[in-house]
């Protein structure tokens, strides 16, 4: 904390240094302080008034930094982000931790938590036959339009690994509309559904230029649930099942990616479109570490084969080029896999060495690549030359960086997240089951007393992490002009010019789109520095506006 906080305040009190100096040079020729003195010292004063007390997030002392803490839970948190460095400089494999200082009753009632919660908050028998008879209704639905129509779910609900309430993701097949665009296919979908308004409501499609994957929305009236329909996302339906058979493997496995989905839902980590990683990212990672743990939970399905005959036939299992081979026979799973059963440990410890684990990673230099044996170095990566940031890589889509919209300060976040949640879960705590959720899934308690007031994507208007306060949609939020003082444009164009200097990186360039429509109306900014593109999340009324709003989420990411 205290070098994120010198590193934030050394170019303001070199620069205010330096403009006094000329100040009292100027005072000695009689003339006045100019602009540029003014407007410094005001800047710099405001980062002193809104600087946070350097304190430690484990014993809450501030004499003390978190790097410098000497508290047992100490040693778990590493919040700077080295370079990235060449393999041959790579020393240290990713392991984690063998032991940890917390009693074995405390892990035994942990472990008792984590199975707790997997019972009460995950899907049920009952509600995985409802789903399953839901979808099947509804393709009877589209059969009266496509005759040849078919309904795979993928996602959570097929792995096993979805939470009450969560959505079914299905994907569309039918060899009439194979040649068709998937915008096209999912209009059709919802015009067809629309006749059957007794049995579904809430008919969205959304397929306009701005979705990646079209897709059309329902909501089933009779059950309650709600679907998501895409076309031909056959890649999906494998990697859900791969999910699905690390799951029956283990049975650790499914109340750990539980625990860990309802940590980075509180912490508001899971958000794809803010710039944080998918659920589907942490399973993986999951699965990383599960593979990586002393002796391994896991083993690495799309390694592990019958025999040479089967190694050889695993290339040609392919789906959209892709290839999705992983070993499913989980009864010679034993014979194949020497390592199978021989990891005793408790949920709860490995839950607490998941956390620990994950706040001491290296991203910026190893590759979360559960198909791999080993560490891979991101030197030499394919996707390291089009993403510098860090890589969780696709265990079939090679060419997919899992992590590809993560920047710096949302991995810094991402990190502090894990280092504190571990240091609230070694506490020792009782009580029933609702008074130890209540307790450890508390936002105070994980990162309310965390050292994240240095600027990340905190929302100082409504208290959310997952936005910035100028794109809050908050009905209490107030304008900046009615919360403080305006910002003068020319200060925030010259502060990012000042930043991109000092790291030696292209000019800022900047860039608008006016955009109008049934939601928004305005302009969106965007500004390119070096690799990077920040752009706004809500239109402005100007261009300046926008342009000075993209400034400033550069500003931010080049923290």
Not at 452 to 462: E, G, I, T
Not at 535 to 545: L, W
Request: hydrophobic share 35%; proline share 5%.
């Amino acid at each position: 904390m205290l070098f994120v906080t010198f590193s934030t305040l050394s170019p303001y009190l070199l620069r205010f240094c330096g403009v006094c100096f000329k100040a009292l040079l100027s005072a000695c020729v009689g003339s006045p302080p100019s602009d540029t003195m003014l407007r410094s010292s005001r800047q710099f004063f405001r980062v002193i008034r809104h600087s946070p007390a350097i304190r430690s997030i484990h014993c809450q002392a501030q004499a003390n930094t978190t790097l410098s803490c000497q508290s047992s839970f100490g040693r778990a948190a590493v919040f700077t982000l080295p370079r990235r460095q060449l393999s041959s400089e790579l020393e240290v494999t990713q392991r984690p931790r063998e032991s940890l200082d917390v009693p074995s009753e405390y892990l035994e009632q942990l472990s008792a938590f984590c199975k707790d919660h997997r019972e009460k908050r995950g899907l049920s028998e009952a509600d995985r036959e409802a789903r399953v008879t839901a979808i099947r209704t509804l393709q009877r639905r589209l059969r009266a339009v496509f005759p040849d129509a078919s309904l795979e779910i993928f996602g959570s609900s097929r792995s096993g690994l979805g939470v009450d309430k969560c959505d079914v993701d299905v994907c569309f097949m039918s060899r009439g509309v194979a040649n068709l665009p998937s915008s096209v296919v999912m209009r059709r979908i919802a015009s067809t559904l629309g006749d059957f308004r007794e049995d579904y409501s809430d008919i969205v499609c959304l397929a306009h230029d701005r979705i990646r994957v079209p897709i059309c929305k329902l909501h089933v009236k009779n059950s309650g649930i709600n679907v998501d329909i895409s076309s031909s996302n056959l890649l999906a339906i494998s990697n859900s099942q791969m999910l699905r058979t690390y799951s029956l493997v283990d049975e650790r496995f499914t109340p750990l990616a539980l625990m860990l989905k309802a940590l980075t839902k509180k912490c508001s980590i899971a958000d794809v479109r803010s710039g944080s990683l998918s659920s589907y990212a942490y399973v993986i990672m999951l699965i990383y570490f599960l593979q990586r743990t002393g002796p391994p939970v896991l083993p690495n399905l799309q390694q592990t084969f019958a025999s040479e005959e089967a190694r050889e036939a695993a290339a040609e299992k392919l789906v959209q080029t892709r290839c999705v081979y992983f070993y499913e026979d989980l009864e010679e799973l034993p014979k194949v896999w020497d390592g199978y059963g021989k990891n005793q440990q408790s949920i709860g410890e490995l839950w607490l060495q998941l956390l620990n684990f994950y706040a001491e990673f290296d991203f910026m230099n190893t590759v979360v690549a559960p198909r791999e044996f080993g560490t891979v170095s991101c030197d030499h990566h394919p996707l390291a030359v089009a993403t510098p940031g860090p890589i969780i890589e696709d265990p079939f889509d090679l060419s997919h960086n899992l992590a590809r919209q993560v920047k710096n300060h949302t991995l810094l976040f991402v990190r502090l997240v894990f280092a504190s949640t571990y240091a609230h879960f070694a506490v020792p705590a009782s009580g029933s089951y609702g008074d130890l959720e209540s307790h450890y899934f508390s936002l105070h308690h994980l990162i309310g007393r965390s050292p994240l007031h240095f600027p990340l994507k905190n929302c100082v208007k409504c208290g959310g992490v997952n936005h910035y306060s100028w794109d809050c949609d908050s009905q209490d939020s107030t304008d900046a002009s009615e919360s403080g003082p305006a910002v003068d444009p020319q200060e925030v164009f010259d502060s990012l010019q000042e930043r991109v200097d000092e790291l030696g990186l292209s000019k800022p360039r900047y860039f608008s789109r006016h955009e109008s429509s049934s939601s928004s109306t305005g302009y969106f900014g965007r500004v390119t520095v070096g690799n990077n593109n920040y752009c706004t999340a809500r239109s402005f009324d100007t261009k300046e506006e926008a342009h000075m709003a993209a400034a400033k989420l550069a500003l931010l990411g080049l923290l």
